[in-house]
């Protein structure tokens, strides 16, 4: 079945709220088979028409969102009963709904909300317990020369649409997909290959399964290899995949860097700390923003200045004059400071320069130290350059130290 995802809502394409709601929905009905086939934004207003005309023309399955509030331009409703020639009638249990939730709110009901309550003939009410606009399912309407898609009109607010389709609109969908044959997507993290080396090492080779739908989702120094295809099918070629990729594979089941250390460390039973400058703390929120990291996460220094280093981590102020701050022996002394503060098997440090300024000929703009202590065992260092902008340097520096701890873990 071909799927269209209709945003309704001006807000959308002036930037001022972001648009997830394809990419949610893309995610729900996935395991049904089914798959957004393409995602149309308009404005408020008149454009809504044009938009429902055209994907009538393609789709059998439509969801629209937005555009069922009390002003003016939620015309959503309107559009599509006249489009369907269905007449509009108020429903009592909606408004009874309408002013039980004003009233526990202490806000007065207002004669623009009663919109609101008008329901086309022969659509479905979908409840809204967390607003004040329902939804509306339209069943699909055939004809000898032409045919309608099934619409459900859905609120725009993500708290009230994403509850109201799980809870009503997935089990409709399951009645209209009972024999569509449902598909797996797994999603292979890869580090330290760009998308073309991997297509070169795996894709190519099962891109000539016609079973296999093979694709790539590149981000700085990462690459999701993703397969979409039948169980058997993937499990088939699985440990080919996870052959070739070797230690390039963070894990087979898409978890993330900081996932997959943080479920490693747990398992053995071992602890971390950071200890950061140029990156300021983004390597301790990554690993912390991991549910569960509070087994294994000791303490994150956060030592932006030379005395910071100095007075928290009490690195000898000769080694910062004889070196520099930005130096593979500070790097080394910041990680081993925090691993014995904070008394873990590993730390993690970084210290480098994000720029735009503060680079040299001998240390330019772009240049990390990382040092991982580890108990009983030297220091490790590896020097990186990423010339780039702040945002980017950052996330790039911590993720090279993250990947320094997993290659670490992977030997160790």
């Known amino acids: ?28 009905i996935f395991p049904l088979g089914l798959r957004v086939a393409r995602q149309t934004t308009v404005p408020d207003g008149s454009a809504i028409r044009d938009a429902v005309l055209e994907t009538c023309a393609r789709a059998e399955v439509v969801f629209i969102t937005g555009g069922l509030g009390p002003t003016t331009d939620d015309i959503t409703r309107e559009v599509v009963a006249e489009l ?26 207002l004669n623009r909300m009663l919109r609101q309550t008008m329901v086309p003939e022969g659509a479905e009410v979908l409840p809204n317990p967390n607003g004040t606009a329902p939804g509306l399912y339209f069943p699909a309407v055939s004809h000898p020369s032409w045919a309608l898609p099934h619409f459900f009109l859905l609120p725009g607010p993500p708290r009230e649409l994403q509850p109201m389709f799980s809870d009503f609109v997935m089990p409709r969908l399951r009645e209209l997909t009972p024999d569509i044959e449902a598909k797996e997507c797994r999603v292979y993290r890869v580090v ?35 397969l979409i295809g039948a169980r058997e099918d993937l499990d088939a070629v699985e440990s080919r995949v996870i052959e070739i990729l ?40 990554r690993i912390t ?18 005395s910071a280093k100095t007075q928290i981590l009490g690195l000898p102020p000769e080694l910062i004059e004889r070196h520099g701050a930005v130096s593979p022996e500070v790097a080394c002394a910041m990680a081993e400071c925090a691993q014995h503060l904070a008394k873990a098997d590993f730390a993690l440090s970084l210290t480098g320069i994000a720029g735009p300024g503060g ?31 702040r945002a980017t340097f950052k996330q790039l520096a911590t993720h090279s130290a993250l990947d320094l701890l997993r290659r670490e873990l992977l030997v160790h």
């Open 192 to 226: 330290g290959l760009g998308e073309s080396a991997v297509e070169k090492l795996i894709g190519l080779e099962l891109e000539q399964n016609p079973a296999l739908e093979v694709g790539y989702c590149a981000r700085p120094n990462e690459v999701d290899f993703r």
């Open 84 to 109: 369907l020639g269905r007449k509009l009638h108020a429903d009592p249990a909606i408004r009874a709904h309408i002013e039980a939730r004003l009233a526990a709110r202490g806000y007065q009901l």
């Open 359 to 389: 680079g040299s000929a001998e240390k330019p703009v772009g240049l990390v130290h990382i040092g991982l202590a580890r108990r009983n065992a030297a220091t490790l260092h590896i020097e990186c350059r990423f010339s780039t902008d």
């Open 289 to 306: 923003d991991v549910p569960g990291a509070s087994e294994v996460f000791h303490e994150g220094f956060v030592t932006y200045s030379n």
């Open 246 to 285: 070797g230690k390039h594979l963070v894990s087979p089941a898409g978890e993330g860097m900081e996932e997959w250390i943080v479920s490693e460390l747990k398992r053995r039973n071992l602890t971390l700390a950071t200890a950061e400058s140029c990156t300021g703390g983004l390597l301790a929120s």
């Open 1 to 28: 079945m071909t799927v269209e995802v209709l945003n309704i809502g001006t807000e959308l394409l002036l930037g001022s709220v972001q648009n997830t709601h394809a990419a949610w929905i893309a995610r729900q």
